[in-house]
């Protein structure tokens, strides 16, 4: 696990060996901005003095750029909570943007406020729902990831101000802020309250805050008084207080409950949080100001499929996608249109001798030559064995689908199967020992739908039933995926009228200002007529 400081270089030190220095990086005049880990440990988002954004690998003890972010008048940058792919970026025009690192482009844009600001700080929630700007002005913008819309504005009534800003790491809608008049405030951004509020907590700017990754409930923040708290967040008090010799710029702190610290004149101080009395090491790799410093993040097992900025730069292949052995498949797709996805996407194609894969014996397994496909389709099989529907509704519903667009057993292509005939296998039927010269062309069928019928082992009629549970199970993701665009819209309504109702709100808030202001103005107004007539009555 390594630990990064960014200063006018980015040094990297690896704390299992003794928090050896291991790279110095640097290409760039000036004291760096911010330096933050992906959430997947994998790579570090670097931001330098002039507000461009670039992207790092740190593998094997060796800094490699792997992309730079080409947009104009970027200034502040933040990686998702969920991998490396998507990147939220500030601008100095108070312009928000997300960028998509696989495909070096803007996939979304958020709208302008009214009054443009730069952006100095930006942050993602825990559920990466919301996204949090704070701009010079002392605005914080919330914009929903949801609804691509502002949500909802913060504004402090204490500063205006902002030092620092960051989501909690689990609470979703708990949003730190710290101020130049040393205030500390967690807001709740659903109801637009105070949760707590540490007033003057500290007697100059607080340059820092962060939350344990251990305990959610405790905090800690620096300050340019050159002291270090430690709060209770429930408790909603201070339980630790450590004062240094140095102005303090950044902190940080890991899952090993260790406390980095970086300070004015270039050192960094490390305590363990269970012993603040000194540090256990002092770092004086940097000769300027220590900007930030962070903790590379715990390596997750998760089941993401994004690909590596490392492989794609080194390779600059693009990786092979895999098809779906059933084309007409839509459970991968996330329907955004207002009609919802149709029962009948599973088509079955005709039968013929050019286009075998879309037979339905193939489908099934029962074509032999073609080996590929069958195996794509056990596979796929397998797969779809450990998955249940998750609603009965939708079991109904694909057993009526299926059997709407299932191929009836007297087809041509449902000629090659055999069943067990019904007359031959009752005990009492009549055996045909030649002297019946009375059998229709029927009966010769059903003799020869029998004798082929004798040859499909138990291994086809499982090969079946896996192909008709695979079926149900795409046309219960279909309708699953209607339900969550149902619900994305409902989402989008709720947020809408939440917007509404909270600019009700302010213009409510305006009326009884302005009713107030027309009273004292009333009342002044009869104090100065009294005046006046005391003042006749004189003369």
């Not at 459970?331 to 039968?351: G, K, Q, Y």
């Amino acid at each position: 696990m390594y630990f990064s400081s960014v200063s006018s270089r980015l040094l990297l030190y690896d704390i299992s060996s003794n928090w050896e220095l291991k790279k110095s990086y640097g290409c760039y005049d000036g004291v760096m901005r911010d330096v933050s880990w992906s959430d997947d440990s994998k790579y570090i988002l670097q931001v330098n003095a002039k507000g461009l954004v670039e992207i790092l690998s740190a593998a094997d003890h060796d800094i490699r750029s792997l992309q730079h972010i080409p947009l104009k008048d970027t200034w502040s940058a933040s990686f998702h909570r969920d991998g490396h792919r998507n990147i939220a970026i500030g601008t100095k025009s108070g312009n928000v943007m997300i960028w998509d690192t696989k495909n070096k482009t803007i996939t979304k844009t958020f709208p302008t406020p009214s009054q443009q600001s730069v952006v100095n700080f930006i942050s993602y929630n825990a559920k990466n729902t919301s996204l949090a700007a704070t701009t010079q002005n002392g605005d914080t913008i919330i914009y929903g990831l949801v609804s691509n819309i502002p949500v909802l504005t913060v504004k402090l009534s204490c500063s205006k101000s902002i030092s620092a800003m960051k989501f909690h790491h689990e609470s979703r809608s708990l949003l730190g802020l710290a101020t130049d008049e040393g205030h500390v405030i967690l807001r709740d951004i659903t109801t637009n309250k105070d949760k707590v509020m540490f007033e003057n907590v500290h007697a100059s700017p607080v340059s820092d805050f962060a939350f344990s990754l251990i305990n959610k409930d405790v905090m800690l923040s620096c300050g340019y008084d050159k002291i270090m708290h430690v709060y209770d967040v429930r408790l909603q008090n201070v339980v630790s207080t450590i004062r240094t010799p140095y102005t303090l710029t950044s902190l940080a702190i890991n899952v090993d409950n260790q406390v980095a610290l970086g300070t004015k004149n270039g050192l960094v101080l490390v305590y363990d949080l269970r012993d603040l009395t000194n540090p256990f090491k002092v770092l004086k790799g940097h000769e300027e100001e220590v900007r930030h410093v962070a903790f590379q993040p715990s390596r997750k097992k998760t089941m993401s499929t994004e690909v590596s900025l490392r492989e794609e730069t080194e390779s600059n292949l693009t990786p092979h996608k895999m098809q779906s052995p059933v084309r007409t498949r839509t459970s991968d797709m996330f329907f955004i249109a207002d009609t919802p996805p149709r029962s009948n996407n599973l088509e079955v194609s005709a039968t013929g001798t050019e286009n075998k894969a879309d037979s339905f014996l193939v489908m099934m397994g029962l074509d032999k030559t073609n080996n590929d496909f069958d195996d794509d389709v056990n596979k796929t099989t397998e797969d779809r064995k450990s998955e249940k529907p998750e609603v009965r509704y939708c079991q109904l519903e694909a057993e009526k689908n299926i059997s709407k667009i299932s191929t009836p057993l007297n087809s041509r292509t449902a000629e090659n199967f055999g069943f067990p005939s019904p007359i031959i296998g009752i005990p009492n039927g009549i055996p045909d020992d030649g002297r019946n010269s009375n059998l229709n062309l029927s009966n010769i069928k059903q003799s020869n739908f029998y004798t082929q019928g004798t040859n499909i082992d138990a291994k086809v009629m499982e090969e079946l039933k896996d192909f008709i549970k695979l079926t149900l199970a795409d046309v219960a993701d279909d309708n699953r995926n209607y339900f969550l665009h149902i619900m994305m819209a409902l989402t989008k309504q709720k947020l809408y009228l939440e917007k509404q109702l909270a600019g009700m709100n302010e213009q409510m808030q305006n009326l009884v200002h302005n009713q107030n202001a027309l009273v004292e103005t009333n009342r002044k107004l009869a104090l100065e007529i009294d005046q006046l007539r005391a003042r006749q009555n004189m003369f």
